[in-house]
């Protein structure tokens, strides 16, 4: 019964609650409760085109993207885009001085030159299941997820609450290993901005790259192997080149990371007063050391980039949602919020008290993992120490041990240490510091004095080093021992969020459920956690300042306008100025403002969050017509609250992805694979 009115109250909510039908991330197995309004805004298929286990749908041609990005199939043979950033990684692990795919691009003359990515997964959903009254039942979970994985080869399955453990989903999967780089642009495109305009609008980023995936001869997921061939999915996307206006219709299809739409005002607080703070100080630090290092040696900037890049992601995310959170007063309407529920509920307040001490039970503890995550856990040196301590086969640490050692630099790692050291002492909790390392620091004159010992008596900052000696006699063994206390409490508190600590988290499904009874005007959506989405809105600008709209598309020009050949991140190739000084821009030229050019980005009301970077983004016929990248930077604050009037989803346009890779790469030959409208 429980189960019943809780669907009761979703269903009244999805039908009564359209007017912010830009908000929301929605299952894809329950998105016929939207398609009246989806078709109302420019929709033109159906629920089952979307998803269906039935027959072959959207859905199909959508993966999850090395764990934590999307991905979108656009050709009969597994070819596939997803965003440049989303493939940085493995783009950098097929890097070097001399051949430096970060800065000058690759593109495979031929499917023998596509380059095998080792370690890249891309995951397709089989399907989605409500497997709450099976649970309820007495199932258990891990049963469900072993007969899941057993259906055909490649599976895996996971099951994954909403609402808090209201409802369950079990996930299952196809997993394939052999993903292969076919081109991606140089980084002067691909990441074309760099640092400055990440979470900028108007942007002008290339952020795209393409992949394909193979599969065994009889179409199943396979180990890489030269015999394997181009896999053929059951849906690829149609392409469509007619481009994008203003108000026109957009469906992304991916899988947003992590949402926290029903938090209280104490993890808001949390958020924007204490964690988001502190981590930013951090980071700033961090980057400042690796910036300097990058800037005086062209070794170090590839070594670096994707470290680097990592860091800053997240780092100005962070700003931007601290901006957000006080600019539309989030944490006051918080306030008003529970204060109006308690009162209009008295019988349920007490889910508000208990939720009110569960945080500040937890919130000393939470907040240790975090800074101890972007403090002492933040330094390179050490966690390969303390990984060589515990490995007991020989060839797997000598394997991971020359990745490790590909992309250190001692120095850097020094001077992060030096200051990271420092920092925990100084805003750690009082009584939190390990006794051990207090006494570490102490005995060497304080901790930056200890950081300096620390290097210069390791012989574990080298691979020879640390292959060839004993890391447990080794002068970093000391300090390792002295933070493990803290690796265990972090391991305790090892939650998404805060407000996903179990002893807080428990409250939250009572609390939800009655929200849901309460509040039958509010558009209720399971909060994003990696797991398959569609979100749905229009085109449009915004006033980013009084005074100050922003037009929804950017065009060549203003990459032309940025171009500085003295600054990595806006030079851009020779190539790229040739076209645009011939205009012989092709079928990819449009007519804009008297001129002729090529478009580039443009932005959406799409909800949006972290992984959903690379993800399709649709016209009403389902036709792809960009790849999400970004949000901008007044956005950010969407993981909490969803501004309907400022925030905007960041899409490379989808006739710059195809005028560079034909015009600027060389590779026109993929788009025959492709089917162009």
Wanted: hydrophobic share 40%; charged share 25%.
């Amino acid at each position: 019964m429980i189960k019943r009115t809780l669907l009761l109250a979703l269903l009244t909510v999805a039908v009564g609650a359209t007017a912010v039908a830009d908000k929301g991330m929605w299952l894809p197995s329950l998105i016929s409760s939207r398609i009246k309004d989806m078709r109302s805004k420019g929709f033109r298929l159906t629920a089952e085109d979307i998803y269906s286990i039935n027959k072959a749908s959207l859905k199909d041609a959508v993966v999850l993207f090395d764990g934590g990005c999307t991905g979108e199939i656009v050709s009969p043979e597994g070819l596939l885009l997803t965003n440049h950033h989303c493939g940085y990684d493995a783009i950098q692990a097929l890097s070097s001085v001399d051949h430096d795919y970060l800065t000058d691009g690759y593109w495979a003359k031929s499917r023998s030159g596509e380059l095998p990515c080792k370690g890249l997964q891309v995951a397709i959903l089989v399907r989605m299941e409500d497997i709450t009254d099976r649970l309820a039942g007495g199932e258990s979970a891990e049963a469900i997820v072993a007969a899941a994985k057993a259906e055909g080869k490649g599976y895996a399955a996971a099951v994954e609450q909403m609402y808090y453990g209201n409802e369950q989903y079990l996930f299952v999967y196809r997993v394939f290993d052999d993903v292969r780089l076919v081109g991606t642009p140089p980084s002067s495109i691909g990441k074309f901005g760099g640092d400055t305009d990440n979470w900028i609008w108007p942007r002008h980023t290339g952020d795209f790259s393409v992949f394909r995936i193979y599969a065994s001869p009889d179409n199943e997921p396979a180990a890489y192997s030269k015999a394997n061939v181009p896999y053929r999915p059951a849906r690829h996307f149609e392409i469509s080149t007619r481009g994008v206006g203003e108000g026109d219709f957009t469906m992304i299809y991916g899988f947003p990371g992590n949402t926290q739409e029903y938090i209280t005002s104490d993890a808001v607080d949390y958020i924007a007063n204490l964690s988001d703070p502190v981590k930013i100080a951090l980071r700033t630090e961090r980057l400042d050391i690796i910036r300097e290092a990058q800037q005086r040696d062209a070794k170090v900037r590839i070594q670096y980039a994707a470290k680097h890049a990592t860091i800053a992601n997240a780092w100005k995310k962070w700003q931007g949602e601290v901006l957000g959170i006080r600019r539309l007063g989030t944490l006051d309407k918080k306030r008003a919020y529970e204060a109006r529920f308690a009162a209009e509920n008295p019988s349920q307040a007490f889910l508000l008290d208990s939720l009110h001490a569960a945080y500040e039970r937890n919130i000393t503890g939470y907040y240790l993992r975090e800074l101890f995550n972007e403090t002492l856990r933040a330094i390179e040196m050490p966690q390969m120490v303390r990984f060589a301590m515990a490995a007991r086969d020989h060839e797997r640490k000598r394997t991971v041990a020359a990745e490790f050692y590909k992309n250190y630099d001692a120095g850097i790692d020094r001077a992060i240490a030096r200051r990271m050291m420092s920092e925990f002492v100084r805003l750690a909790p009082e009584g939190t510091v390990p006794d051990a390392l207090s006494a570490l620091f102490a005995a060497h004159g304080g901790a930056e004095a200890y950081a300096d010992y620390l290097y210069d008596n390791s012989s574990m900052t080298t691979f020879d080093g640390l292959v060839g000696g004993d890391a447990s006699a080794d002068a970093a063994a000391e300090f390792v021992a002295a933070v493990e206390p803290l690796y265990e409490h972090a391991s305790r508190y090892a939650y998404r969020n805060l407000s996903n600590v179990p002893d807080i988290e428990r409250w939250y499904r009572p609390y939800v459920k009655a929200l849901m009874e309460w509040d039958r005007e509010r558009a209720f959506f399971p909060d994003a956690n990696l797991t398959l989405r569609v979100a749905y809105g229009k085109v449009a600008g915004y006033e980013y300042a009084d005074g100050e709209y922003h037009r929804p598309q950017t065009t060549l020009e203003g990459i032309i306008a940025k171009d500085n050949p003295d600054i990595y991140d806006y030079d851009i190739p020779q190539s790229l100025r040739d076209v645009y000084s011939s205009k012989q821009y092709g079928r990819w030229g449009i007519d804009l403002d008297s001129r002729r050019t090529v478009p580039v980005c443009f932005i959406a009301t799409n909800h949006t969050t972290g992984g959903n970077s690379g993800s399709p983004v649709l016209n009403g016929r389902g036709e792809l017509i960009g790849i999400n990248f970004d949000r901008t930077w007044l956005s950010t604050m969407s993981d909490v609250e969803f501004d309907e009037d400022m925030c905007r989803n960041i899409i490379v346009d989808i006739r710059y992805v195809l005028f560079v890779i034909d015009r600027i790469g060389g590779a026109g030959y993929l788009l025959d694979e492709m089917r162009l409208k």
